[in-house]
């Protein structure tokens, strides 16, 4: 078994209309949202092995904010190729993953992660797939199951152990 993280980048600030999308950082409410992620995973687990993220300012910053609430370092690879490429393509980049990694999180984008998830979670608690078929808000934070013992066969058949987001997590 394998099991995956996907962590939408928080809230990012629309203020500065000549930034270039990929370098929009986080807003308050994001800054906010990120560490509270963080520390549910700290109190909730899994612990991630691996972590691959999104080059973008907003990914970045929101993953520097929930590794610094769970107090915890694991190797991290940055990843332009995360950035907004579609569920499939962040599934190619997951099965790259080597597999002495248990538990990868990968810290992205919508509709990026939102369709990865819904992909994956086929099966799990009535509630929180329910949630997951309503929508992705940023920051929202899934943990899938997949039975799988290589990240080159991650696909179908997983099963959704949480959703959480910054509305369900309270600081």
Known sequence: ????????????????PTLADHDR???PRGR???????????????????????????????LALALEALGATPETRFDRGLYLVGGPGVLAR?????????????????????QLARRLAISGEKKPLARLEEKYP??????I?????RWAEAG???????LE???????
Do not use: F, Y
């Open 1 to 16: 078994m394998k099991t995956l993280i996907l962590l939408r980048h928080a809230k990012s600030d629309w203020s500065d």
């Open 25 to 27: 950082p986080l807003a």
């Open 32 to 62: 906010d949202a990120a560490p509270r992620m963080g520390a549910w995973l700290k109190a909730h687990g899994p612990m991630p092995d691996l972590i691959l993220c999104s080059t973008a300012a907003r990914a970045r910053q929101t």
């Open 94 to 114: 997951l099965r790259q993953a080597p597999d002495t990694a248990a538990t990868v999180m990968v810290v992205g984008h919508n509709p990026d992660l939102e």
């Open 138 to 143: 940023t920051a929202a934070l899934a943990v």
């Open 145 to 149: 199951e997949l039975p799988v013992e």
């Open 156 to 162: 179908d058949g997983g099963r959704l152990l949480a």
């Open 165 to 171: 987001t910054p509305k369900t997590v309270k600081g």
